[in-house]
């Protein structure tokens, strides 16, 4: 049990109290008195009111009086200290994680990439490549990530930066940003992977892996999740080609009795996969079944879906057997002229289409961690261009999200945190940090 799951057990600690109690037993491990003191003050930096949450303004308003030596210090943790920051995330996790899962147990395991948009080549990792916050190719970084989640509250558990090849092959390039010599070329789905294998042998409850088209079109991920005996139900695109109901790749040819036996399974002008929009259009009407999947803002948030199980036929014809049969779940909302969303699933048969749903429609948890920690907790915010830089502040930024988390998991709104009651000094008069609008 950590110690935010005790205190609302115990209640009537302040909220002020529980951060700093939270922030000890997040920030204990980091090695040195001044190193944990200089992490403590981060978090509760970002966690301030403030428009950005670079260094020089937090240092602004956590300490007007002495900017540069706050400056200092903040800088020195977060872009030089030697810590784990995968150590800091376990702790984050132990203590989060019990107050997520008295809303109910871990249900979903969820990955995805952020970009963040920037100018100029020289912090790790930029390059022209797909930003999803601006939804266009562009100069940015990406970084992948693993988030826990029920049907109440998620955290991420893990985070690492996508370093492109024309990165990973540059020496000089590396050696001024600070890449580890260990970090060579992966894709994001193979990162992905890797997080997921860390996340099983660190014991931590598993769910049902949910991505985006980027991660459920790719074969080798599929194939690779669930050679991890984990269930997934990811995105895919519309082009993506399946065998429909009833039909599947030939056999391989009958053996001549001469040479090799053939092995490999076989297309013929009759017998082709079909894509996946081209089946859902073929669908008959009653396969079509109208969905609430939760709760929104403005109502019950609903739409038009179908299920049907497939087999997807990526270079089948490489192969001796088939796919295995899957799930295809459709979505295509009244009105519209054809399907918006395509999902495939290895869960059970037996599963149900408004579970089919309600598990598709999960994955709207990591879109709500990354607005928060970029709107509100400054994820993007960070002006250093190192390796250990960008991994640092963007565990320290997890570790304040995570205290946010807890509160709203284990307390009423009346009782959780507000940032505006930490006690903070005047900023300087006239004080406008570098990057500010307006600034010189």
């Known amino acids: 049990m950590g110690c935010m799951e005790q205190q609302g057990a115990r209640q009537p600690l302040t909220s002020e109290a529980r951060l700093e109690a939270y922030l000890d037993a997040v920030v204990g491990g980091l090695g040195h008195v001044r190193r944990a003191a200089s992490a403590r003050a981060y978090c509760t930096g970002l966690l301030l009111p403030g428009e950005r949450k670079s260094i020089e303004p937090m240092a602004a308003r956590l300490d007007p009086a002495h900017v540069q030596a706050k400056h200092q210090s903040l800088h020195h943790v977060v872009a030089q200290a030697e ?17 997520i899962e008295r809303h109910g147990p871990v249900a979903y395991w969820i990955v995805d990439d952020s970009g963040f948009p920037k100018q100029g080549k020289h912090s790790v990792g930029v390059a022209r490549q797909y930003c999803g916050q601006l939804g266009k190719q562009d100069t940015c970084q990406v970084a992948v990530s693993l988030s826990v989640a029920n049907d109440h509250a998620s955290l991420p ?25 260990a970090i060579g070329f992966e894709t994001k789905t193979v990162i992905a992977l890797g997080q997921l294998r860390q996340a099983l ?13 980027a991660y459920g079109d790719e074969t080798d991920f599929r194939v690779g999740v669930a050679d991890l005996g984990l269930r997934y139900l990811l995105g895919v695109r519309s082009g993506t080609s399946v065998w429909a109901p009833g ?17 490999r399974l076989r297309r013929d002008a009759e017998n082709q996969p079909v894509t996946l929009k081209a089946l859902a259009t073929s669908l008959p009407a009653h396969a079509w079944h109208s969905i609430t999947w939760r709760e929104g803002t403005n109502g019950d948030l609903s739409s038009r879906f179908a299920a049907v199980r497939v087999r997807p036929a990526h270079r089948d014809t490489q192969r001796s057997e088939p796919w295995p049969e899957e799930w295809l779940l459709i979505e295509w909302p009244d009105g519209d002229a054809e399907p918006a969303k395509y999902w495939f699933s290895n869960l059970s048969r037996r599963t149900t289409l408004k579970r089919l749903v309600r598990i598709a429609k999960a994955r709207w948890w990591i879109e709500r961690d990354y607005q928060e920690l970029k709107q509100e907790l400054g994820l993007g915010d960070f002006e250093g261009r190192n390796w250990r830089g960008f991994h640092h502040h963007a565990s320290l930024c997890i570790a304040a999200y995570g205290f946010l988390i807890a509160e709203r998991c284990l307390f009423p709104p009346q009782r959780q945190f507000i940032r505006r009651r930490i006690e903070t000094p005047a900023l300087p008069a006239g004080f406008q940090p570098r ?4 600034a010189a």
């Not at 990057?435 to 307006?438: I, Q, R």
């Open 157 to 181: 558990i893990a985070y690492q930066l996508f370093l492109p090849e024309v990165w990973a092959n540059d020496q000089p390039r590396r050696d001024k940003a600070g890449v580890p010599a």
């Open 435 to 438: 990057g500010a609008a307006g």
């Open 201 to 213: 042998a660190a014991g931590v409850p598993v769910g049902i892996v949910l991505g985006d088209p």
């Open 247 to 263: 039909t599947g790749p030939l056999p391989p040819a009958p053996w001549s009795g001469r040479g090799r036996r053939p092995s």
């Open 83 to 99: 810590w784990d920051d995968a150590a800091l995330l376990t702790a984050v996790r132990a203590e989060v994680l019990p107050a």
